[in-house]
């Protein structure tokens, strides 16, 4: 499975932006797709996750201002991130996880989100 992450940038506080992530590969095994995020100095934190049949998890930090959605047939999930604060500038990595795991077994390249104050 590959994934190929898209739609980071630079807002400024209170802007929105869309990530996109697109899986290739044996994507018939792929059961929860998501995403994760690292701001420098700090650990690696789940962001948000989506089943196939569209259960999604989120972080207390991001409810009620991420939405997480999947396109099966094109094999994509998105992110659309609104309200951005400076707290969510971090490096954002697409996830998929295949079978029954509870951990990512595959990750994306990461996109920069940059939220100025």
């Known amino acids: 499975v590959q994934l190929q992450a898209s739609g980071g940038g630079l807002v400024q506080a209170g802007e929105s932006l869309r990530l996109s992530c697109a899986a290739s590969?044996?994507?018939?095994?792929?059961?929860?797709m998501g995403w994760y995020r690292q701001a420098p100095g700090k650990q690696r934190e789940l962001v948000a996750t989506?089943?196939?049949?569209?259960?999604?998890v989120y972080a207390d930090s991001v409810k009620g201002r991420f939405t997480i959605s999947r396109d099966n047939a094109k094999n994509t999930v998105f992110l659309q991130m609104n309200t951005l604060k400076p707290e969510d500038a971090a490096v954002y990595y697409c996830?998929?996880?295949?079978?029954?795991?509870?951990?990512?077994?595959?990750w994306g390249q990461g996109t920069q989100v940059t939220v100025s104050s």
């Open positions: 590969g044996s994507i018939g095994s792929i059961n929860v």
């Open positions: 989506i089943t196939r049949a569209g259960f999604t």
């Open positions: 996830t998929a996880r295949t079978g029954w795991r509870t951990e990512p077994n595959y």
